[in-house]
């Protein structure tokens, strides 16, 4: 594209978007950024990224020019995974090396929260850059495409440029499924899952002994790989169908075989890594006899870590945070608690 194609040389972006809690797992990958299994989740409310970018033409040069500071600090870490992430995208976005970016970026949700950070802030820079595109030649990029940029970031990003319910990756279950891009639940969602809530009980502050790049790679040469395979095909039917029509005890079955098994992967990895805290166990075992007691739907879920995600409907919205207050809340760090729920999706402002 020559100079003179551009509609405007200068202007300021600025997006918000969500990170997402997986209930079918991502755990695996290949290629660039291609996922092994399909994974469903759904998007949060409160654990937000922000990103604004500030763009301006310069003269076409060799390298990415651009500024990054997460919560007004520099970020040499980041900074440098960015370059990954532009030559990555860079042919989705030809006048990249034409524009100086200064990004700016800020969570929502501490840093040591636990929340995964890399999925909210990859949509949200995927958008602000697409919002970019289109301001400066006019042309609207698609979902899918926005969504992919996303991926080539951070996998589980992809799932982040919807709001509520997301799947991601190729099933036969699903006409028009990709390893490329996310795209939002074709199936209904049955209103017992519109709602769903996601209190985060943080037994850990401490950062993930394992990164989920690290984990990922445990899963090449695993010897469960073509099993764990096969069951994440079968649970990605299983609750598509649990959500369709509104079967909580089908979902918690799912849902907490498949947090399990990512952490009995992990467990059987070589090298071998064991996530999972006494107070984590303590909390697993609290949800399970709460719910055989009360008969009151509630299921767990856990990413690469040691925290716990509870998951409830609305309608049981006080009985679980009383019981998360009375019962779990002792377990967690400093007694910390993040209550979020489903949230709409990200937003530009
Ligand atoms: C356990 O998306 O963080 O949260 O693609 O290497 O950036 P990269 O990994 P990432 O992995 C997420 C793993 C997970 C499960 C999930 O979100 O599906």
Known sequence: MTKTNYIKIEGRVSVSAPSNIAIVKYWGKKDIQIPENPSISFSLNNAITQTSIQYKRIPLQDIFSYDFAFENKTNKAFEKKLVTFFNRIENKLPWLKSFYLNIQSSNTFPHSSGIASSASSYAALAIALAEI????????????????????????????????????????????????????????????????????LLVSKKEKSVSSTVGHQLME?????????????????????????????????????????????????????????????????????????????????????????????????????????????????????????????????
Request: proline content about 5%; aromatic content about 8%.
């Open 133 to 200: 595109h289109t301001q400066i030649t006019g042309e609207k990029l698609s979902m899918p495409i926005i969504s992919e940029m996303a991926r080539l970031g951070s996998g589980s990003a992809c799932r982040s440029v919807y709001g509520a319910w997301n799947t991601w990756g190729e099933t036969p279950i699903i006409n028009g499924s990709s390893n490329k891009y996310a795209q939002p639940l074709k199936t209904k969602t049955h209103p017992n899952f519109q709602n769903i809530h996601d209190s985060i």
């Open 221 to 349: 040469n695993h010897p469960y790989k073509e099993g764990r395979i096969r069951q994440a095909h079968a649970n990605m039917k299983l609750i598509t169908e649990a959500i369709e029509q509104g079967n909580w005890t089908s979902f918690t079955e799912i849902t907490e075989l498949e947090a399990l098994s990512l952490h009995g992967l992990m467990m059987s990895s070589t090298p071998s890594y064991c996530l999972l805290e006494p107070n984590s166990l303590a909390i697993i075992n609290k949800i399970r006899d709460f719910r055989l007691e009360t008969n009151i739907d509630l299921c767990f879920t856990i990413d690469a870590g040691p925290n716990i995600h509870v998951l409830y409907p609305e309608s049981n919205k006080k009985q679980v945070q009383e019981f998360i207050d009375g019962d779990l809340r002792k377990f967690c760090s400093d007694n910390t608690v993040i209550h979020d729920y489903i949230g709409l999706g990200p937003k530009i402002n």
